[in-house]
């Protein structure tokens, strides 16, 4: 457990685009899925009416600190010791339909303050994180009813009377404002009732937004928890309806009830994948171990051309893939040439593999035709693209999350665009998702402390 930190520092606030972005700059919270705290607390860095922000901002006023302190530690507190109807309750008359006649007395000074300073940020990420604070004790308590109910609060609103209080009208913009923004679409995933818009290609990755999101160390501690439960929950799902895919359902006699396929992936690929990935003795796991053992202290220089022949084993001998073992060792002597005479270790390791997956991923590297991404889409391989970033992955557990924020960079870049544009994106996430759920163990690549 630790302390509120609210830490006075001067933040140089980005231009944001129009698209609202709720983000803060936060000192790293050690601390595990199970833990509720009291909060720590930065500012915000991007504002919520999408203007361009160019503006310093000084030291946060005492008063501001102490009010966001004293708020967030009421709503901790009222989590440990009522009920979730009660939590709820609270939750409503203080941010959703606010009400200063139900609020308790000794946070009369502190909504004062905000309303003084004209906080919008700070309002808004009170209210994210007592939202997702709500999320994560219906997930401890196995209660998950109450998250319909949270969100129920959002969309059934109380319309404004005529002799509101100027607080309540406040509340009710800073409540529609949060509403706006892309962490409300993320509260809003947690509620299949919900509905913001209409279908798209790209909501059948939604374990992969989820899964980026407690990589993000923007990201408050509150919503990367509740991210983490509902992403191990969904993929938990997928593996078991995967394997028994693969187990029945290929193979399916006519008259035999049949089994679901929860892929795009035509059965027969489907088989060939997994007969590529899942190797019972010298697999993709072992070939990385016998790779690190031999290479795990050479210098730089030596390790970036060991490498190369690594991640190429079993597919470069493709005639179609003749060009690409010259693009990765272009792009490898290009990294880092003044380390190529140090002794590598685990940081330059992950680091190298980081930039790779980088490199392999980047969509703005789709507008050059010789790129290997461009290369790789143009020929539909999407299996040994799969296979290069397992190979990553394997040699470097703590690249994993660099691998899941490149792809949904990558989904991001082309959300917009058509789902017949986007056949070779998803070809490409249905393999790789494949891939990742056969071949890797995440309990071993992947925990939560590590998006910390």
Not at 1 to 22: C, E, G, H, W
Not at 45 to 60: H, L, P, Y
Not at 67 to 73: G, M, P, Q, R, T
Request: proline letters at 4%; aromatic letters at 12%.
């Amino acid at each position: 457990m630790f302390a509120p930190s609210f830490r006075k520092r001067k933040v140089q606030l980005p231009n944001t685009s129009s698209d609202k972005v709720l983000a803060w700059h936060r000192r790293p919270e050690q601390t595990s899925p199970q833990q509720f705290t009291e909060m720590q607390i930065g500012y915000p860095k991007a504002t919520f009416e999408g203007q361009a922000a160019a503006i310093e901002q000084n030291e946060r006023p005492d008063e501001i600190i102490e009010a966001s302190e004293e708020i967030l530690n009421f709503f901790v507190e009222l989590s440990r010791t009522a009920s979730i109807s009660s939590l709820l309750e609270q939750f409503d008359i203080f941010f959703i339909n606010h009400d200063p006649s139900g609020i308790p007395a000794q946070l009369n000074h502190a909504i004062y303050q905000l309303l003084v300073y004209n906080c919008t940020a700070d309002f808004i990420y009170l209210l994210n994180r007592c939202a997702f604070l709500i999320v994560n004790t219906c997930f401890l308590q196995k209660k998950i009813k109450y998250v319909e109910k949270l969100m129920g609060l959002f969309q059934g609103r109380s319309p404004l009377a005529s002799n509101a209080a100027l607080s309540t009208r406040k509340f009710r913009d800073w409540v529609e404002s949060y509403m706006d923004s892309r962490q409300y679409k993320v509260l809003a995933l947690f509620s299949p009732a919900v509905k913001l818009q209409k279908k798209t290609w790209h909501d059948r990755y939604v374990t992969l937004t989820l899964l980026a999101q407690t990589f993000d160390a923007e990201v408050s501690i509150e919503q990367r928890q509740a991210c983490q439960w509902l992403y191990q929950f969904l993929k938990s799902r997928y593996k078991f309806q995967l394997v028994m895919f693969l187990a029945k359902g290929c193979d399916a006699a006519p008259n035999e009830e049949k089994v679901r396929n929860p892929t795009f992936i035509h059965p027969a690929t489907l088989k060939l994948i997994q007969k590529v990935v899942v190797k019972r003795n010298q697999g993709y796991p072992q070939m990385a171990e016998d790779f690190l053992a031999l290479h795990e202290h050479d210098i730089y220089g030596d390790f970036k051309q060991a490498l190369v022949k690594y991640l190429l084993i079993s597919i470069g001998g493709d005639r179609r893939l003749k060009w690409l073992p010259q693009k990765l060792e272009q792009h490898l002597a290009e990294l880092h040439p003044e380390k190529n005479s140090v002794t590598v270790g685990h940081h330059l390791i992950t680091k190298t593999c980081d930039e790779i997956i980088r490199y392999l991923l980047n969509p703005e590297s789709f507008a050059d035709p010789t790129h290997p991404f461009t290369l790789l889409m143009i020929q539909r391989e999407f299996l040994s693209l799969g296979i290069i970033l397992l190979k990553l992955v394997l040699v470097s557990p703590r690249s994993y999350g660099q691998l899941v924020i490149s792809l949904n960079e990558l989904m991001q870049h082309y959300h917009h665009k058509s789902k017949a544009e986007c056949e070779w994106l998803t070809g490409l996430l249905e393999t790789v998702q494949v891939i990742l759920t056969l071949a890797v163990n995440e309990g071993q690549y992947y925990s939560f402390t590590k998006a910390v």
